[in-house]
């Protein structure tokens, strides 16, 4: 059974950081992975969409990358700003267990501060 | 429409209730996905469609839950005789293809809360 996690739970910076999320899952039988970011009380806005046969995706200060064979994804924020505080999730769609369903990891709760 | 869109955006029921969220999903998207999401967890899956059919339901936690995609394009997310631990908030997403690589579009949920 896939299972994906997120460390840490929570993360706090001052402004103008840069900063790292991780995610873990335990099948490297997977078709994609994916970074969402959450704000509170909304849906979820897809940030970075990674295929298997790729080690990393970049859009503008974000950059993601997949070791497919560590099962290991990191989500690297360059010089953070307010607006980046939101909950960050990763998610997988694995090869096996349901193809067409995205696991999700818990998130990440980040908190940029002025 | 621009995006996928859920309501209601929210909804209070009281126990043994049954509620119906709705989803409009992205105009031409063949796939549908239902998700509940607990407080400071991640999106569980629910269910999927393909079209009009419903091709994965392993996710539903009881038989008090039903979805259903008559036409191929809005769906319903069904509870029946609702119960405490059924308050979440329900996301619903689409995407273009019935392709495993195809990005999913969530909309804003809907968030239940059951007295």
């Known amino acids: 059974k896939q299972e994906v996690t997120q460390i840490p739970a929570a993360l706090s910076v001052p402004e103008g950081e840069n900063l790292v999320l991780n995610c873990s899952f335990t099948d490297s039988a997977i078709y994609n992975l994916q970074w969402f970011r959450q704000d509170p009380g909304k849906g979820l806005t897809s940030l970075l969409l990674?295929?298997?046969?790729?080690r990393e995706q970049t859009s503008g200060r974000l950059n993601a990358s997949l070791d497919k064979s560590s099962g290991r994804s990191t989500l690297y924020i360059a010089a953070s700003q307010p607006g980046d505080s939101a909950t960050y999730l990763c998610a997988v769609r694995t090869l096996i267990q349901g193809a067409q369903k995205l696991v999700f990891g818990q998130g990440t709760r980040l908190t940029i501060n002025p | 429409g621009a995006g996928v869109s859920q309501s209601p955006r929210y909804k209070v029921a009281k126990r043994g209730q049954d509620v119906a969220l709705r989803c409009d999903p992205i105009?031409?998207?063949?796939?549908l996905f239902w998700y509940q999401q607990a407080l400071g967890q991640g999106p569980e899956f629910l269910t999927y469609f393909q079209n009009e059919a419903q091709l994965d339901k392993s996710g539903l936690p009881s038989d008090r839950f039903f979805a259903e995609r008559p036409e191929g394009s809005v769906s319903t997310l069904k509870i029946q005789r609702t119960q405490q631990e059924d308050s979440a908030v329900y996301l619903c997403?689409?995407?273009?293809?019935?392709?495993?690589?195809?990005?999913?579009?969530f909309g804003p949920g809907t968030r239940l809360t059951v007295l």
């Open positions: 997403a689409s995407s273009l293809l019935g392709l495993a690589g195809n990005e999913q579009f």
């Open positions: 990674i295929q298997s046969s790729q």
């Open positions: 105009s031409g998207h063949v796939s």
